[in-house]
């Protein structure tokens, strides 16, 4: 298919590229970026006052498949990706079966393609069942599309273990994403752990049970001299180990996910809303302030969701016995763009680069461009538009997000992969 895309504003800062365009894509690349381009024959859209960029990557999402499928499913959680402007995902393992064998690589791979909405890419386990007793498949998982190893869930706690997964992922020059958690320290923990958790009457999970894993795994990687991708971080001091440990020549990477950006422990409060439980959870608002300031600043490699949906009579109950986790694709953008970019702190080029360059740098990933022979996968967002967040907005099959009746700046329009709509005027291309 021949398409033409007119006036638009594109950003790509990989290539300094920040201009009112025309874009021309056929069979899924981009043929021409130009002024007062035509095509004879195809489809064409003026797209005057808004902004493309490559598409968003998240390389952090739960899509539940196999195994969880009442929570989301492979087409359910692509839609939910389309929605919000990602082109490609990355799935964590924790599904059941655990996704620690090159079959279930391939399912998820075959299964991504059939429904068509995005580049689905699985995250292997690092040991089998994530138990951190046995190492998993990963050169088979590797061979069979696997871009990078995590327990995600849980944190690997045999340090002994780590350091020999992080020697053999070497052989695959895959990362390992690592999901930091002592667990002796956050056991029985729903909260983080402050006078915030003991007016609540909550059980506390305190911040030095994760830093203490940061700190140990980039100490790892500089043994190893392994690729480490840090996930979720939460807090000022885990992100300044971060920042050092990349002072000293460590291949070490972190993420921020949007609630950890823009929610803290004062929005918990005795209404016990269970969408704000998160594992890792919301730590202090000084925390919070200082991970957009690293952000911003570059400490912060990128920007994942997390995205984890439960179904309904999962979360209709007490705090303490909710699952952790919210949805979180269908409003990265918008968080970031509102609170970040509409008001100034943040450029376009540095959302770019959090959203969409660097989650597929650290995965080693071929980057999507706007330029000729690049892949056509884009994101069309309406900087300007007003709009609040809904339940007719949620494409996943579970609805648990503190975000839904929030006012945003700001919205995805339209998402391309391979040269064709796959969320087109705010709906998703059926």
């Not at 190893?224 to 001091?237: D, F, G, P, R, V």
Request: hydrophobic share 40%; aromatic share 6%.
């Amino acid at each position: 298919m021949a398409l033409l895309i007119k006036n638009v504003r594109a950003i790509d800062p990989s290539i300094k590229l920040d201009e009112v365009v025309d874009i021309i894509v056929r069979d899924g690349k981009v043929v021409e970026v130009g002024h007062n381009l035509s095509i004879p024959k195809g489809v064409s859209y003026d797209y005057s006052g808004k902004i493309l960029m490559p598409g968003f990557f998240d390389m952090h999402v739960h899509f539940r498949d196999p195994g969880f499928e009442y929570k989301e499913d492979i087409a359910s959680g692509s839609r939910a990706a389309a929605a919000g402007g990602f082109t490609g995902v990355a799935t964590m393992p924790n599904t059941k079966p655990t996704c620690d064998t090159a079959e279930i690589v391939a399912y998820q791979i075959a299964e991504a393609q059939k429904e068509n909405k995005v580049k689905l890419y699985p995250i292997g386990a690092i040991t089998q069942g994530l138990k951190g007793e046995a190492l998993s498949e990963m050169g088979l998982m590797a061979k069979a599309g696997a871009v990078g190893f995590s327990d995600d869930g849980r944190g690997v706690q045999s340090a002994g273990m780590l350091r020999t997964a992080m020697e053999y992922a070497q052989q695959f020059s895959k990362p390992l994403i690592s999901h930091c958690e002592d667990e002796s320290l956050s056991n029985h923990g729903v909260m983080n752990e402050s006078a915030k958790s003991d007016e609540l009457g909550l059980a506390g999970w305190p911040t030095i049970g994760e830093n203490i894993q940061i700190e140990r795994d980039i100490k790892l990687a500089q043994l190893t001299n392994s690729k480490l991708h840090i996930a979720h971080l939460t807090n000022a001091e885990g992100m300044e180990a971060v920042r050092k440990g990349k002072e000293q020549g460590v291949a070490v990477s972190c993420e921020v996910t949007p609630h950890h950006l823009f929610l803290s422990e004062d929005d918990i409060d005795a209404a016990y809303n269970v969408n704000l439980k998160m594992n890792p959870p919301l730590r202090t608002r000084e925390d919070m302030l200082k991970l957009q300031d690293g952000l911003i600043r570059g400490d912060i490699d990128c920007v994942a969701s997390d995205h984890a949906p439960h179904a309904p009579h999962e979360k209709d109950v007490n705090f303490e016995d909710s699952p952790f986790g919210i949805l979180g694709l269908e409003t990265s953008f918008a968080l970031i763009h509102t609170n970040l970019v509409a008001n100034n702190k943040m450029s376009y080029d540095r959302l770019v680069e959090v959203m969409a360059i660097n989650p597929r740098k650290i995965l080693g990933l071929p980057q999507v461009q706007v330029k000729e022979g690049s892949d056509a996968d884009f994101v069309i967002v309406d900087p300007l538009e007003s709009w609040v967040f809904s339940e007719a907005d949620i494409y996943s099959k579970s609805k648990n997000t503190p975000f839904l009746n929030y006012s945003f700046i700001g919205r995805v329009s339209d998402t391309i992969v391979n040269g064709y709509f796959t969320y087109q005027d705010k709906q998703i291309v059926e």
